[in-house]
């Protein structure tokens, strides 16, 4: 393409790229976070009934002083089938028989047991988190599912509408926009009084996060050529992974639900204010009727980069010459109509969406068995983020050397046969079972920085913000699905697991319909991609695509 020109012009690979790619690696390593917060923030420690002669100081040291804490929980809490406390439910009155194990129960009524109506007493494992400040647990429980459920609904309404603005007004004002979003939302959720406060700047907050991810991605591919592309999406992806260890690290230093929620939101502020001095896509602005700005941001990164004399070669008349043939197709906006009017554009946005669903399906699984490891859950963060930024840097190799399908293909088919492999793998072999989830795990990560990759190369730089959203869209989608297939279990304790296991499987038949882009320029009009870049398509003036006026 004429722009891969302009871009070997000004610098392709020097200073600027290795800077901006730094400051948005930065970014992402702290933004990234916000997405897992409740994690922690809304966990719940062990827990029981609060109960009046053991939590009482006076009445225990006076009445029942003689006796030890496990004596009174034993008389005081029932025991569940696993034979530990009850944490919804306590006796209605001390059940003393209890101590004597001697004795003969036989004849005697089942103790009657009443709701945790003084509230509840929870260990140590935690300094606090929502769930215990405003006792989200026993019927309250599905609160905290609600919280969670309430920043995927924000992530699944935000990421069309802020993909959308990216392609109508620019990369750089929106991500500034989402970077004080962001910023104000979770500093406000840190100080909410009450749960329906924090729920709603929580939707807020997921309402730009992707957005904003996604965006950095653009703004790399944007400056970056071709050989050089899919290395700088895995190292921006390999900032988020480094996000999901750093969160671990934070919430084992940081108890306080509170404080470490701050922690994570203050520095939204400074990168908000930082954002100004980022450069705007020189790509989007061409192709958006604005050479006179492209061409400023052109000469700016030539100056970064070291390029000496830009003034003279880099002119708005060496700008339309060498573009000459994709400014006249630009010409015809690009609108949201057209992504369901052009043919091939239409079947490469269905067969990336389903790729993604099928990818974030499978991943989520994944999570919810990687919790079966233990209950440790800052150790299985920090090891989740090592499984997922090993798994990232797999890509690097296959899709430079094998290519953006066979890349996806093989990642896909590893997913898939890995959970289904793990499905039938008996609970005795649990050293198996561990490695089967993690090998599925990096493969998912490794499938999803293929198809992210795959996906900014097919899709045109006019509409390349608002697919990234609608696919987006998907992600968040499949993540909704995830914990609601484990509802399954009540008919087979298989199913679910099947489904992770089929859906990459069948995802594959997708990637068949989809071309190869390795070493390919990116397409910037809908001609390049319903032309397959061969020839220049007139455009219907009848079309319901939008003429702009020509500079």
């Known amino acids: 393409m004429a722009f891969e020109v302009l871009l070997d012009q000004v610098g392709s690979l020097g200073r600027f790229q290795i800077l901006q790619m730094a400051f948005l690696c930065i970014i992402s390593i702290l933004l990234y976070p916000h997405i897992l917060l409740d994690n922690f923030t809304a966990a719940i420690p062990g827990h029981r009934c609060w109960v009046h002669i053991l939590d009482n100081g006076t009445v225990s040291d006076n009445d029942t002083g003689t006796l030890s804490q496990d004596a009174l929980l034993r008389v005081s809490i029932p025991l569940d089938s696993n034979l530990r406390p009850e944490k ?91 970077l004080l979003q962001v910023a104000v939302c979770d500093t406000c959720a840190a100080l909410a009084p009450n749960l329906f406060v924090y729920s709603t700047l929580r939707c807020l907050t997921g309402f730009c996060i992707m957005t904003t991810l996604g965006n950095f991605f653009c703004q790399v591919v944007e400056w970056t050529n071709a050989q050089s592309r899919s290395m700088a999406i895995m190292l921006l992806s390999t900032a988020c992974s480094a996000g999901h260890m750093l969160l671990g690290g934070l919430a084992f230093a940081i108890r306080d639900w509170r404080t470490l929620q701050l922690t994570l939101s203050i520095p939204m502020f400074v990168f908000f204010l930082s954002f100004r001095w980022m450069v705007e896509s020189a790509q989007w602005l061409i192709f958006n009727n604005q050479p006179d700005e492209g061409l400023k941001e052109l000469r700016r990164v030539a100056h970064i980069n070291g390029k000496k004399n830009t003034e003279e070669t880099l002119t708005i008349e060496f700008l339309s010459s060498t573009m000459q043939e994709e400014l006249d197709r630009a010409q015809i906006k690009a609108s949201i109509s057209c992504l369901f009017r052009a043919p ?84 005795e072999l649990q050293i198996l079972r561990v490695a089967l989830a993690t090998l599925g795990a990096g493969a998912a990560s490794a499938a999803s920085n293929s198809a992210g990759v795959h996906q900014l190369e097919l899709i045109p730089t ?72 061969k020839e220049t398509r007139k455009a219907d003036k009848e079309d319901t695509c939008i003429k702009v006026t020509q500079f």
Not at 89 to 105: A, E, K
Not at 109 to 133: A, H, K, L, Q
Not at 147 to 168: H, I, K, T, W
Not at 365 to 376: A, C, D, M, T, V
Request: proline fraction near 6%.
């Open 88 to 178: 919804c439910r306590r006796f209605v009155h001390p059940q003393w028989q209890l101590l004597y194990p001697n004795g003969s129960f036989s004849n005697m009524s089942e103790p009657d047991t009443e709701p945790c109506v003084d509230g509840w007493v929870y260990d140590r494992s935690f300094s606090s988190t929502i769930v215990t400040e405003w006792d989200l647990v026993c019927e309250s429980e599905s609160q905290k599912s609600l919280v969670q459920s309430l920043l995927m609904a924000g992530s699944l309404l935000g990421s069309p509408v802020y993909g959308y603005l990216s392609d109508r007004f620019g990369r750089k004002i929106i991500c500034t926009w989402c």
């Open 462 to 533: 006019t509409l390349r913000s608002t697919v990234s959203g609608v696919n987006i869209l998907f992600t968040r989608i499949g993540a909704a699905l995830a914990p609601l297939l484990m509802t399954l279990v009540r008919y087979s304790p298989h199913l679910p697991w099947i489904i992770y296991g089929v859906s990459p499987i069948l995802a594959v038949l997708f990637i068949l319909f989809l071309p190869e882009t390795r070493n390919l320029p990116l397409p910037n009009t809908l001609e390049d991609v319903e032309n397959d870049r």
């Open 344 to 427: 091939k554009l239409r079947i490469r946005i269905l067969c990336l969406s389903v790729v993604r669903l099928a990818i974030t399906l499978s991943l989520y699984g994944l999570i919810l068995n990687l919790q079966h490891f233990g209950r440790n859950i800052y150790l299985f963060q920090v090891l989740f983020g090592a499984v997922t930024l090993i798994g990232r840097f797999f890509p690097l190799w296959t899709l430079d050397h094998m290519g953006r399908r066979p890349s996806e293909v093989l990642f896909l088919l590893l997913v898939g046969l890995s959970i289904l492999v793990n499905t039938f793998v008996g609970q």
